[in-house]
């Protein structure tokens, strides 16, 4: 289960075991029981983007694919790595060091990557590419950047794509969408 909430007040007891929230949500009888233990975690709601942003990305996707003749894997990268949002662990980017040629690694639909530096080490081509997160896990505004980006480079390549109140519609719809 995962509940919207907002904090109305905070105060700790002298085990500092006291936390009042005002949650949002319609919670039903039984759903929660008072004789269990729960895992409660606070962390800042954000709106995640919804279905529709995640397909029209991936049919715009497709559509440049085919008029760039390049493969769906290879373009998603490319736009992931010009408009999307780097991987991070502690706040600092993934850098993935592989022995796989970047003609390889772009085409992959499991990971996304793009090179960084290539370098040899005792003889052999290794090359260090900046791994981005899945489109799947984007938040609204990441998915916002990673469309407006995607639909201008549709816009140069002649490629139609909703209208600008269309889009501006699909991304008001964003904040009450579950995703």
């Known amino acids: 289960m995962e509940y919207k909430g907002r904090l109305k007040s905070f105060s700790l007891s002298d085990t500092g075991r006291v936390m009042v929230l005002d949650i949002s949500e319609i919670i039903t009888p039984g759903t929660l029981q008072e004789d269990i233990d729960y895992s409660i975690t606070i962390k800042e709601w954000k709106a995640k983007r919804s279905l529709s942003a995640n397909a029209y990305f991936h049919a715009l996707n497709d559509r440049l694919a085919k008029k760039l003749n390049i ?30 040629p970047v003609e390889y690694m772009i085409e992959l639909e499991t990971i996304h990557t793009m090179p960084v530096k290539v370098t040899e080490e005792n003889g052999k081509q290794v090359t260090f590419y900046r791994v981005y997160r899945p489109t799947h896990l984007y938040n609204t505004a990441e ?15 002649g490629i139609a794509t909703l209208t600008p109140s269309e889009i501006e519609r699909m991304k008001s719809t964003w904040n009450t969408q579950k995703a």
């Open 143 to 157: 998915m916002a950047a990673l469309l407006d980006g995607t639909i201008a480079d549709c816009n140069e390549q």
């Open 71 to 100: 493969s769906m894997a290879k373009c998603k990268n490319i736009l992931i790595s010009r408009y999307g949002v780097v991987e991070t662990i502690d706040g600092e980017p993934i850098i993935y060091k592989s022995n796989a």
